[in-house]
């Protein structure tokens, strides 16, 4: 009885996941290979005052970061975004030249990718405009309008030395293809710290940073710090430092500023516990002790009551070519109650779902602790998380606090919502479905089975599994980020078909997996290329990871026929002809990933990586991008946020906290700019 009951609740989620407001526009800009949309914050208006209060100051916190990332994305990204956004606010000529809308796009590809360097790709990109048009527009600059960096002591009106200076690296760093061509440079055999843009390290080579790391790491303390994850490793007068990202140190201005809105949230917290954790988070700003982030880790994963929450700091290391400094980010949410169901079904099951798991019993945990599980609606983006947002979240990310401790998992369900909104009458499948009955099925299932497949994925996918002991947790290295985020699919792709989730009333027919494995083998395989530039490898860690599942799969199947690349009038279409074995195949896959993890087998990982995860076979390649280029689908997508007014009463107390959604692209990236530039600002 009570599983007919869950059941019923999922069902209506699945159709109505939440009160979306009628005719709301969703789109907003479109260039280069982005579109741009707005998300709602249902639930927002059903606020306490604290509670608008609490996710006012956390927003603010947040939005105070973003200079941070643009700076550890590269070393020349403030001095960029400055320049160009003065150049476009103040340009006098005719908008609608040739080099002006090149120059516009670049603009703003830019502020999508916090910097020079594609989000996804990680090649620099290369300007549409002319170096004759960028020397002009620069020149009519006046002192005032450069950097800080640059120009902070300098008070004439002609053009000192320094403004020349700034120009002349300015010059190599937009149109030089051959100076910084890589944010992150994943090739294997090459020094991955030399040949990478990123800003995380100076004057330093990958050996030196390894051998510094290793020489300071104990193997038998089994509460280690996550090393390198706030500081910037430099060499100098010969000696290999590390620099700590902290008020007094690295982005001290920036993190002020963030430690002033955290207090200001502090006061009004919904209960002890959630007030002590942001008290210790400022804590660890102040210090930069990793000590000091893992006891606010431990106690963020722990106070499940509240009903906001967020992330605010150095969390994923995507963007370290080492995969162990963490990118600034930030995400505001609070508690999608309703839907947040599906969820806690799934964290309450997470030591039957362990137990059962097909890998080593060496690697599993005995006692699966402190797993928590909900669906959120994001009240604000920033940091790494924006533009470009993830769906689902897992953190902490220290394995030994996820061992000890457990883990709290959160799926966004406003922002699938608005992906699934726009996605609506693409003509996706019907191009690249093998058939009618491929179509049908996703048609019907997808939007469950996929949501489901985040719910997996970051619940318990990333908190299964154990080292063994004296494991390095950084052993895995430059290929750890991929294989983990492989190990984690690959446990959700197993469970989406397992019996269990109809018993549990999540499923109804067990025919709902089939949708989201026919998807992911697709976009493994074929449509996730069309992201690729051709001639290129895979580079991005989630693309390698998907490519690398799919991939294997097809190769290790070829002999039972289980998956085929069929072509008929003269395209390619995924046929799967056994689900059934493909889980099969899921399950000894993921087997050996676990494997790897466990034992930090570096050697079997980078062939695993390499092997499956990077290489395109240009002809699939090629007709996947003249297939797309009939479809009119933006590659990539981000958003914008939503803006929070304070209304304030006659005695200049906060009465209440409004929501709007009408603040376009350019107008919010010029406002966080001017208002949320603590390292830039000459005030």
Not at 139 to 148: Q, V
Request: one cysteine or more; glycine letters at 6%.
């Amino acid at each position: 009885m009570k599983n007919l009951v869950i059941a019923a609740a999922i069902a209506a989620l699945s159709t109505s996941a939440m009160a979306q407001t009628s005719n709301f526009n969703y789109n907003v800009d479109r260039f280069a290979d982005i579109q741009v949309l707005r998300y709602q914050v249902p639930g927002f208006n059903d606020l306490s005052l604290n509670q608008k209060k609490l996710v006012y100051y956390l927003t603010e916190a947040a939005l105070n970061g973003r200079d941070i990332l643009f700076d550890q994305n590269g070393k020349y990204n403030l001095a960029v975004r400055q320049v160009i956004e003065q150049i476009y606010t103040n340009y006098k000529g005719d908008r609608n030249t040739t080099d002006f809308k090149a120059f516009e796009q670049y603009v703003k590809q830019v502020w999508f990718s916090n910097g020079i360097h594609h989000h996804y790709g990680m090649d620099k990109f290369v300007p549409g405009f002319s170096k004759e048009f960028f020397i002009a527009e620069y020149d009519k600059l006046s002192i005032d309008k450069l950097p800080l960096t640059f120009c902070d002591k300098c008070t004439d009106e002609g053009k000192c030395s320094k403004t020349l200076e700034l120009r002349n690296v300015l010059e190599k760093v937009i149109f030089d293809p051959t100076f910084l061509p890589k944010k992150v440079n994943q090739a294997d055999g090459e020094d991955l710290i030399l040949t990478s843009a990123t800003n995380l390290y100076d004057n330093v080579t990958q050996k030196e940073v390894e051998d510094f790391y290793n020489n300071i790491k104990d193997p038998n303390d089994p509460q280690p710090v996550m090393f390198g994850l706030n500081t910037k490793v430099c060499k100098e007068d010969g000696k290999i430092v590390e620099k700590p990202y902290k008020v007094g140190g690295v982005y001290s201005r920036a993190i002020v500023n963030i430690v002033y809105w955290l207090q200001k949230a502090a006061t009004v917290a919904e209960n002890g516990v959630q007030r002590d954790y942001i008290n210790k988070l400022i804590e660890f700003y102040e210090s930069g002790s990793l000590k000091s982030f893992d006891e606010y880790s431990i106690m963020w994963a722990q106070e499940t009551k509240s009903l906001i929450d967020f992330v605010n700091g150095f969390i994923e290391s995507y963007d370290d070519p080492l995969g162990m400094t963490g990118s600034w980010e930030s995400i505001v949410n609070f508690r999608d109650i309703n839907a947040s169901k599906r969820t806690q079904i799934i964290s309450s099951n997470a030591q039957w779902f362990e137990d059962h798991s097909p890998v080593d019993t060496r690697f599993k945990k005995d006692s699966v602790q402190g797993v928590s599980a909900k669906v959120i609606t994001a009240a604000i983006l920033a940091g790494d998380c924006y533009p470009s947002t993830p769906i689902g979240i897992n953190l902490p990310n220290s394995n030994w606090i996820r061992a000890t401790y457990g883990s709290k998992s959160v799926s966004i369900e406003n922002i699938t919502d608005a992906y699934d909104e726009v996605a609506n009458g693409s003509g996706l499948n019907e191009e690249f479905a093998y058939s009618q009955y491929e179509i049908d099925l996703m048609k019907k299932h997808l939007t469950l089975a996929d949501k489901l497949h985040t719910d997996l994925h970051e619940c318990l996918g990333h908190g299964s599994g154990k080292l063994l002991p004296g494991v390095d947790q950084d052993a895995l290295k430059a290929h750890g980020s991929t294989l983990e985020e492989t190990r984690a699919d690959l446990f959700a792709l197993y469970y989406l078909a397992d019996p269990k989730l109809i018993e549990l009333g999540i499923f109804k027919t067990g025919e709902e997996y089939k949708a989201e494995y026919y998807k992911y083998i697709m976009n493994g395989l074929m449509t996730q290329l069309f992201r690729i530039e051709p001639g290129k490898d895979i580079e991005e860690s989630h693309m390698r990871n998907r490519k690398l599942i799919s991939e294997w799969c097809y190769k290790m199947g070829k002999k039972d026929h289980v998956i085929e690349l069929v072509k008929r009038s003269g395209k390619t279409y995924v046929k799967i002809n056994d689900y059934t074995k493909l889980r099969h195949l899921f399950g000894e896959l993921l087997k050996e990933i676990q494997r790897i993890k466990s034992e930090g087998d570096y050697e079997a990982g980078r062939k695993m990586v390499e092997t499956y995860g990077v290489k395109v076979d240009p002809k699939i390649h090629k007709e996947v991008l003249k297939r797309y280029g009939t479809l009119d689908i933006a590659p990539y997508k981000g958003f914008v946020n939503p803006v929070y007014n304070v209304v304030k009463d006659v005695n200049g107390n906060i009465s209440d906290i409004t929501i709007s959604y009408n603040e376009n692209y350019v107008d919010q990236m010029l406002r966080y700019s001017r208002d949320y530039s603590p390292l830039t600002n000459k005030k």
